[in-house]
């Protein structure tokens, strides 16, 4: 509702300046941004920008992760002599609802050197195959909190 309201003010300032223009119409849409912040405690869900940043927030993280966890792939695979002790780990998590479980699967299944193998039935404890168990392990604990918090901040402030 927040979104079609901030479109009609755009479009309504658009008209308003009497200039059909891609510049006038974000001009506008900015302005209707802050009108519809200052009157965010009118509505019932928060103010719908700040779902947009936390999807971003949870992208970076994303961002983050692939690339810590890409580096430490690298790191193994071109040593000279690999000495990797794969295994399976098994992870617990906080999370509710099939949109969190999958989306926490989907994402420590995207990192580089771990796959999320099977989910228990009530989506509270995931199985990984981790490439290095001593290193890999702690890189998906810490993967498993960071991407937790960020899908927290996404999933239960704006859909709830």
Known sequence: MQVLI???????WMFLQ?????????????????????L????????YLSSFVAVFKLFLVFIYELITSSLLVMRQVIRPKINITPGII?????????????LLAL???LTPGSVVLEVSQDGKVFYIHAMDIPESSGAVYRSQHKFEKAI???TRKWWN
């Open 6 to 12: 901030n479109l009609f003010l755009a479009a309504l």
């Open 18 to 38: 009497d200039e059909l223009s891609v510049l006038t119409f974000f001009s506008g849409y900015l302005i209707g941004a802050i009108v519809l912040w200052i």
């Open 107 to 109: 994402l420590l299944t």
């Open 90 to 102: 098994t992870l617990k998590t906080d999370l509710e609802g099939e949109l969190e479980i999958t």
């Open 40 to 47: 965010r405690h009118f509505f019932a869900k928060p103010f």
């Open 152 to 154: 927290k901040g996404v």
